[in-house]
Protein backbone atom coordinates (compact mmCIF):
# COMPACT_ATOMS: atom_id res chain seq x y z
CA UNK A 1 0.00 0.00 0.00
CA UNK A 2 1.29 3.59 -0.39
CA UNK A 3 1.57 6.85 2.72
CA UNK A 4 0.30 10.06 2.03
CA UNK A 5 4.00 11.17 2.38
CA UNK A 6 5.16 8.63 -0.43
CA UNK A 7 2.27 10.29 -2.58
CA UNK A 8 3.44 13.55 -1.59
CA UNK A 9 7.26 13.00 -2.74
CA UNK A 10 6.82 11.01 -5.91
CA UNK A 11 4.85 14.47 -6.92
CA UNK A 12 7.18 16.97 -5.75
CA UNK A 13 9.90 15.35 -7.73
CA UNK A 14 8.49 15.07 -10.82
CA UNK A 15 7.53 18.97 -10.51
CA UNK A 16 10.24 21.12 -11.99
CA UNK A 17 10.84 24.31 -10.76
CA UNK A 18 10.58 26.22 -14.46
CA UNK A 19 6.72 24.39 -14.61
CA UNK A 20 5.67 26.64 -12.06
CA UNK A 21 7.53 29.74 -12.60
CA UNK A 22 10.00 29.71 -9.63
CA UNK A 23 13.52 31.02 -10.29
CA UNK A 24 16.44 28.86 -9.26
CA UNK A 25 19.20 31.09 -10.48
CA UNK A 26 21.56 28.44 -11.86
CA UNK A 27 22.30 26.82 -7.99
CA UNK A 28 22.65 23.53 -8.40
CA UNK A 29 19.81 20.95 -7.25
CA UNK A 30 20.50 17.78 -5.04
CA UNK A 31 16.29 16.75 -5.66
CA UNK A 32 14.81 16.26 -9.32
CA UNK A 33 12.29 17.94 -8.50
CA UNK A 34 10.54 20.93 -5.94
CA UNK A 35 12.33 21.17 -2.60
CA UNK A 36 10.39 20.40 0.76
CA UNK A 37 10.73 24.23 1.45
CA UNK A 38 9.56 25.44 -1.38
CA UNK A 39 6.59 23.63 -1.82
CA UNK A 40 5.28 24.53 1.61
CA UNK A 41 6.01 28.20 0.66
CA UNK A 42 3.67 27.98 -2.70
CA UNK A 43 1.48 26.15 -0.69
CA UNK A 44 1.46 28.69 2.08
CA UNK A 45 2.56 26.31 5.11
CA UNK A 46 5.57 26.24 6.95
CA UNK A 47 8.73 23.99 5.79
CA UNK A 48 8.25 22.32 9.28
CA UNK A 49 4.98 21.26 9.21
CA UNK A 50 5.27 20.34 5.38
CA UNK A 51 8.35 18.16 6.29
CA UNK A 52 6.20 16.54 9.49
CA UNK A 53 3.51 15.70 6.58
CA UNK A 54 5.55 14.38 4.44
CA UNK A 55 7.28 12.47 6.79
CA UNK A 56 3.92 11.00 8.72
CA UNK A 57 4.49 12.49 12.22
CA UNK A 58 2.00 15.54 11.28
CA UNK A 59 -1.95 15.18 12.41
CA UNK A 60 -4.38 15.01 9.53
CA UNK A 61 -4.19 17.84 7.29
CA UNK A 62 -7.15 20.21 6.50
CA UNK A 63 -8.84 20.24 3.31
CA UNK A 64 -7.69 23.71 3.02
CA UNK A 65 -3.93 22.48 2.95
CA UNK A 66 -4.59 19.54 1.02
CA UNK A 67 -5.95 21.58 -1.80
CA UNK A 68 -3.23 23.91 -1.83
CA UNK A 69 -0.59 21.50 -2.00
CA UNK A 70 -2.75 19.87 -5.12
CA UNK A 71 -3.02 22.76 -6.82
CA UNK A 72 1.24 23.32 -6.24
CA UNK A 73 1.81 20.17 -7.57
CA UNK A 74 -0.68 20.14 -10.32
CA UNK A 75 -2.65 17.17 -9.93
CA UNK A 76 -5.85 16.22 -11.54
CA UNK A 77 -9.05 15.78 -9.82
CA UNK A 78 -8.17 11.81 -9.73
CA UNK A 79 -5.10 12.35 -8.00
CA UNK A 80 -6.42 15.11 -5.96
CA UNK A 81 -8.97 12.53 -4.43
CA UNK A 82 -6.22 10.21 -3.87
CA UNK A 83 -4.28 12.62 -1.73
CA UNK A 84 -7.50 13.12 0.50
CA UNK A 85 -7.95 9.30 0.29
CA UNK A 86 -4.52 9.41 1.59
CA UNK A 87 -4.57 11.62 4.31
CA UNK A 88 -8.02 10.33 6.06
CA UNK A 89 -5.74 7.04 6.73
CA UNK A 90 -4.39 6.57 10.05
CA UNK A 91 -0.66 6.20 10.79
CA UNK A 92 -0.89 3.10 10.66
CA UNK A 93 -3.35 0.82 8.93
CA UNK A 94 -3.98 -2.63 9.95
CA UNK A 95 -5.34 -4.80 7.64
CA UNK A 96 -8.17 -6.93 7.78
CA UNK A 97 -10.20 -9.70 5.66
CA UNK A 98 -12.69 -8.13 3.72
CA UNK A 99 -15.96 -9.05 3.16
CA UNK A 100 -16.72 -11.30 0.43
CA UNK A 101 -18.17 -9.99 -2.88
CA UNK A 102 -21.25 -10.85 -4.67
CA UNK A 103 -23.17 -8.63 -7.48
CA UNK A 104 -26.35 -6.80 -6.94
CA UNK A 105 -29.13 -8.78 -8.21
CA UNK A 106 -30.03 -5.31 -10.10
CA UNK A 107 -26.88 -5.19 -11.76
CA UNK A 108 -26.97 -8.93 -12.55
CA UNK A 109 -30.72 -7.84 -13.69
CA UNK A 110 -28.73 -5.50 -15.97
CA UNK A 111 -26.27 -7.83 -17.21
CA UNK A 112 -28.76 -9.81 -18.05
CA UNK A 113 -31.18 -7.34 -19.77
CA UNK A 114 -27.82 -6.68 -22.22
CA UNK A 115 -27.99 -10.38 -23.73
CA UNK A 116 -25.34 -11.68 -25.26
CA UNK A 117 -25.37 -8.98 -28.40
CA UNK A 118 -23.47 -6.65 -25.80
CA UNK A 119 -20.21 -7.95 -24.22
CA UNK A 120 -20.12 -7.11 -20.46
CA UNK A 121 -18.72 -8.15 -17.37
CA UNK A 122 -19.25 -7.21 -13.43
CA UNK A 123 -16.08 -6.64 -11.45
CA UNK A 124 -14.97 -6.04 -8.02
CA UNK A 125 -13.16 -4.19 -6.40
CA UNK A 126 -10.16 -5.88 -6.85
CA UNK A 127 -10.86 -6.24 -10.42
CA UNK A 128 -12.20 -9.89 -10.05
CA UNK A 129 -15.10 -11.17 -12.46
CA UNK A 130 -18.74 -11.27 -10.31
CA UNK A 131 -20.17 -12.28 -13.42
CA UNK A 132 -19.92 -11.98 -17.13
CA UNK A 133 -22.45 -12.50 -20.16
CA UNK A 134 -21.26 -14.93 -22.73
CA UNK A 135 -19.72 -12.66 -25.43
CA UNK A 136 -18.24 -10.76 -22.56
CA UNK A 137 -16.42 -13.98 -21.62
CA UNK A 138 -15.78 -14.75 -25.07
CA UNK A 139 -14.14 -11.49 -25.66
CA UNK A 140 -11.72 -11.24 -23.28
CA UNK A 141 -10.75 -14.78 -21.67
CA UNK A 142 -12.80 -17.74 -23.69
CA UNK A 143 -9.86 -20.25 -22.68
CA UNK A 144 -11.10 -20.08 -18.77
CA UNK A 145 -14.22 -22.05 -17.95
CA UNK A 146 -18.11 -19.87 -18.35
CA UNK A 147 -18.86 -20.73 -14.95
CA UNK A 148 -15.44 -19.24 -12.82
CA UNK A 149 -17.06 -16.31 -11.22
CA UNK A 150 -19.47 -18.26 -9.43
CA UNK A 151 -17.14 -19.11 -6.88
CA UNK A 152 -14.87 -16.92 -4.90
CA UNK A 153 -11.64 -19.24 -5.04
CA UNK A 154 -11.84 -19.68 -8.78
CA UNK A 155 -13.05 -15.98 -10.02
CA UNK A 156 -10.60 -14.36 -12.89
CA UNK A 157 -8.75 -11.59 -11.50
CA UNK A 158 -8.11 -9.11 -14.58
CA UNK A 159 -5.19 -7.36 -12.76
CA UNK A 160 -3.38 -10.88 -12.04
CA UNK A 161 -4.15 -12.17 -16.17
CA UNK A 162 -2.46 -8.62 -17.55
CA UNK A 163 0.25 -9.56 -15.78
CA UNK A 164 0.89 -13.23 -15.40
CA UNK A 165 -1.43 -14.94 -18.18
CA UNK A 166 0.33 -14.82 -21.07
CA UNK A 167 -2.75 -15.91 -23.48
CA UNK A 168 -4.20 -12.39 -21.86
CA UNK A 169 -1.23 -10.65 -23.06
CA UNK A 170 -1.23 -11.97 -26.40
CA UNK A 171 -5.00 -11.13 -26.85
CA UNK A 172 -4.41 -7.11 -25.99
CA UNK A 173 -2.39 -5.57 -28.89
CA UNK A 174 -2.12 -2.22 -27.21
CA UNK A 175 -1.69 -4.17 -23.67
CA UNK A 176 1.42 -1.73 -21.96
CA UNK A 177 -1.48 0.62 -22.05
CA UNK A 178 -3.90 -0.98 -20.65
CA UNK A 179 -1.74 -2.54 -18.22
CA UNK A 180 -0.36 0.94 -17.16
CA UNK A 181 -4.37 2.06 -16.76
CA UNK A 182 -5.07 -1.25 -14.52
CA UNK A 183 -1.79 -0.56 -12.18
CA UNK A 184 -2.58 3.15 -12.02
CA UNK A 185 -6.72 2.09 -11.11
CA UNK A 186 -5.23 -0.39 -8.56
CA UNK A 187 -3.12 2.14 -7.01
CA UNK A 188 -6.56 4.61 -6.47
CA UNK A 189 -8.32 1.46 -5.09
CA UNK A 190 -5.78 1.21 -2.54
CA UNK A 191 -5.89 4.55 -1.09
CA UNK A 192 -9.80 4.20 -1.12
CA UNK A 193 -9.81 0.52 1.00
CA UNK A 194 -6.17 0.82 3.04
CA UNK A 195 -6.98 -2.29 5.47
CA UNK A 196 -7.90 -4.97 2.56
CA UNK A 197 -5.68 -7.68 3.09
CA UNK A 198 -6.49 -9.32 -0.30
CA UNK A 199 -5.61 -6.01 -2.14
CA UNK A 200 -2.36 -6.04 -0.39
CA UNK A 201 -2.12 -9.21 -1.29
CA UNK A 202 -2.46 -9.05 -4.74
CA UNK A 203 -0.40 -5.88 -5.00
CA UNK A 204 2.32 -7.84 -3.20
CA UNK A 205 1.45 -11.11 -5.29
CA UNK A 206 2.29 -9.14 -8.45
CA UNK A 207 5.12 -6.72 -7.27
CA UNK A 208 7.04 -10.22 -6.89
CA UNK A 209 5.72 -12.10 -9.96
CA UNK A 210 5.90 -9.43 -12.92
CA UNK A 211 9.08 -7.17 -13.03
CA UNK A 212 6.79 -4.59 -15.59
CA UNK A 213 4.38 -4.50 -12.82
CA UNK A 214 6.61 -3.84 -9.95
CA UNK A 215 8.36 -0.96 -12.66
CA UNK A 216 4.54 0.89 -13.02
CA UNK A 217 3.41 0.76 -9.40
CA UNK A 218 7.11 2.29 -9.20
CA UNK A 219 5.92 5.30 -11.55
CA UNK A 220 3.23 6.39 -8.60
CA UNK A 221 0.57 6.66 -11.40
CA UNK A 222 -3.18 6.97 -10.16
CA UNK A 223 -5.97 6.92 -12.25
CA UNK A 224 -9.30 5.82 -12.96
CA UNK A 225 -10.64 3.36 -15.34
CA UNK A 226 -13.35 4.71 -17.18
CA UNK A 227 -13.55 4.72 -20.46
CA UNK A 228 -10.96 3.73 -23.47
CA UNK A 229 -10.18 1.41 -26.29
CA UNK A 230 -8.57 -2.21 -26.20
CA UNK A 231 -7.27 -3.75 -29.38
CA UNK A 232 -7.40 -7.22 -29.64
CA UNK A 233 -5.45 -9.74 -31.48
CA UNK A 234 -8.66 -12.69 -30.97
CA UNK A 235 -7.50 -16.36 -31.37
CA UNK A 236 -10.94 -16.60 -32.93
CA UNK A 237 -12.26 -13.61 -34.74
CA UNK A 238 -8.82 -11.92 -35.27
CA UNK A 239 -8.14 -8.24 -35.06
CA UNK A 240 -11.17 -6.22 -33.34
CA UNK A 241 -10.95 -2.58 -31.91
CA UNK A 242 -13.52 -2.46 -29.26
CA UNK A 243 -14.55 0.68 -26.94
CA UNK A 244 -14.64 -0.06 -23.03
CA UNK A 245 -17.02 2.12 -20.83
CA UNK A 246 -17.63 1.52 -17.21
CA UNK A 247 -20.98 2.18 -15.37
CA UNK A 248 -20.67 2.74 -11.51
CA UNK A 249 -23.43 0.81 -9.38
CA UNK A 250 -25.28 2.63 -7.11
CA UNK A 251 -26.04 -0.25 -4.73
CA UNK A 252 -22.67 -1.42 -5.02
CA UNK A 253 -20.24 1.54 -5.58
CA UNK A 254 -17.19 -0.56 -5.15
CA UNK A 255 -18.35 -2.34 -7.98
CA UNK A 256 -17.90 -1.55 -11.84
CA UNK A 257 -20.30 -2.72 -14.89
CA UNK A 258 -17.85 -2.64 -17.82
CA UNK A 259 -19.41 -2.83 -21.68
CA UNK A 260 -17.98 -3.69 -24.89
CA UNK A 261 -18.85 -1.89 -28.35
CA UNK A 262 -17.41 -2.04 -31.97
CA UNK A 263 -15.30 0.61 -32.76
CA UNK A 264 -15.62 0.06 -36.68
CA UNK A 265 -17.66 -2.26 -38.96
CA UNK A 266 -14.93 -5.32 -38.76
CA UNK A 267 -15.24 -5.13 -35.38
CA UNK A 268 -18.72 -5.12 -35.21
CA UNK A 269 -18.87 -8.65 -37.06
CA UNK A 270 -15.87 -10.15 -35.36
CA UNK A 271 -18.68 -9.66 -32.58
CA UNK A 272 -21.50 -11.21 -34.28
CA UNK A 273 -19.40 -14.49 -34.46
CA UNK A 274 -18.81 -14.70 -30.72
CA UNK A 275 -22.39 -14.27 -30.13
CA UNK A 276 -23.41 -16.85 -32.64
CA UNK A 277 -20.72 -19.10 -31.60
CA UNK A 278 -21.32 -18.59 -28.05
CA UNK A 279 -24.51 -19.81 -28.35
CA UNK A 280 -24.19 -23.29 -29.79
CA UNK A 281 -24.92 -25.79 -27.48
CA UNK A 282 -21.62 -27.54 -27.12
CA UNK A 283 -20.54 -24.23 -26.27
CA UNK A 284 -19.42 -24.80 -23.06
CA UNK A 285 -17.58 -27.81 -23.30
CA UNK A 286 -15.48 -26.44 -25.78
CA UNK A 287 -14.82 -23.59 -23.22
CA UNK A 288 -14.00 -25.38 -20.31
CA UNK A 289 -11.16 -27.28 -22.29
Not at 60 to 63: D, G, I, L
Given at each position: ???????L???R??????????RT???????????R????Q??????GY???????Q?D????QV??A?????Q??????SH?HN?AR??C????SE?P?????P???????S??D????I??GR??????W???????????LA???P??S????S??????VD???R?L????D???R???A????T?G????D??LA??I???TM??D?F?T?W???EV????????H?????????S?????W???D?P?????I???N???????L?VLT?Q??M?DS??IR??
Open positions: MESLGAFKSRDRITPAEIGLYGTARRVPGLREELALAGVSAYTRLEQGATASELNLARVLLDEIETLLQPNPGLPQEAPHRVLALLELDATPAVLRGDVLANRTGHALIAEHFDAQEARRPIPRMFFPLTDHRNWELAVHVYLRLARFPTARELGELRSEAMATGADCTVGDMLEHPTVGAAVAYQVLQPSDHRLEYTPDTSSADARHDSPTAQH
